[in-house]
C-alpha cells in the first residue's frame, strides 16, 4: 500500500495548517493511502546543525524514518512574512534528497490573507531542490476559509462546499500523481 507523509509546519497545537492537514489525512486515507502524520509541535526538532548534533534525538530520527518510508510527502505551513514557518525551513534541512528523490510532493499553506501563495512557492522551491517532484497544483486556505480548521475536530471538518470542492480537486489530483509514480516505482 502507498504511504503519504503529512508534515504540519507549524508550532501551534491546532493551527489551521495543522487541523487541514488532518482533513487531508483522513480524505486520503479513505481513498486506500496509508499514511503517517509528523505534527512539528507536538515532536519538536533540534535546530538543524551541520556538525550533526541532534541528529541521534528521537525526534530527529522518527523524522527521518517517516520520509524514508513515504512513498509521497504533503508540506503544510502557515504563512509567515511572505514564507515558511521557521520550524518547517528547520525540519526541511534535516531532509536529504535521498529523501525526496521522485517522491510527489503537495504544498499546503493558511494564510491571514486571501491565499498564501508566496509560502507555496518557497515550499515548491525546496522540494524542487530536494529533487522531490513538485505537484502540479498546490492548496492555500486564507482569510475566512482557515475558520473551519480553527479547532482541533479530528479530521472531521463542515467546510464551506466551494472550498471542500477544491481541497477534493486538488488532493484528488495529487494522488492521481502519487499512484501513477507508485505504479512505476523500481524497488532496489
Ligand atoms: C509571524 C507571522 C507572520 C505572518 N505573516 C503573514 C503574511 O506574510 N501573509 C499572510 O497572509 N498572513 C501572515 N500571517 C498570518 C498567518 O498566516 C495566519 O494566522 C495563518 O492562519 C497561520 O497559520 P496556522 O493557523 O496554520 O498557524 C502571519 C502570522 C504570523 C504569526
Not at 62 to 87: C, M, N, T
Request: charged share 20%.
Amino acid at each position: 500500500m502507498m504511504k503519504i507523509l503529512f508534515v504540519a509546519g507549524s508550532n501551534h497545537p491546532s493551527a489551521t495548517s495543522t487541523n487541514l492537514s488532518l482533513y487531508l489525512e483522513r480524505l486520503a486515507r479513505a481513498q486506500g493511502f496509508d499514511t503517517s502524520f509528523c505534527n512539528l509541535h507536538a515532536e519538536p526538532l533540534p535546530f538543524y546543525s551541520p556538525q550533526g548534533i541532534g541528529a541521534e534525538e528521537a525526534n530527529v530520527r522518527a523524522f527521518k524514518r517517516q520520509l524514508q518510508e513515504a512513498d509521497a510527502i504533503v508540506l503544510a505551513s502557515p504563512e509567515y512574512h511572505g514564507s515558511i514557518s521557521g520550524v518547517l525551513k528547520n525540519a526541511l534541512d534535516f531532509a536529504s534528497q535521498d529523501d525526496f528523490r521522485g517522491k510527489p510532493v503537495l504544498s499546503v499553506s493558511s494564510a491571514g490573507g486571501a491565499v498564501g501563495v508566496s509560502s507555496l512557492q518557497q515550499l515548491q522551491a525546496i522540494v524542487r531542490n530536494l529533487h522531490g517532484i513538485n505537484a502540479p497544483e498546490w492548496l492555500s486556505i486564507g482569510s475566512a476559509q482557515r475558520r473551519p480548521f480553527e479547532k482541533a475536530s479530528h479530521g472531521d471538518y463542515e467546510v464551506e462546499s466551494s472550498i471542500e470542492d477544491r481541497i477534493h480537486r486538488v488532493l484528488g489530483s495529487f494522488l492521481t500523481l502519487a499512484r501513477a509514480l507508485g505504479s512505476h516505482k523500481t524497488h532496489a
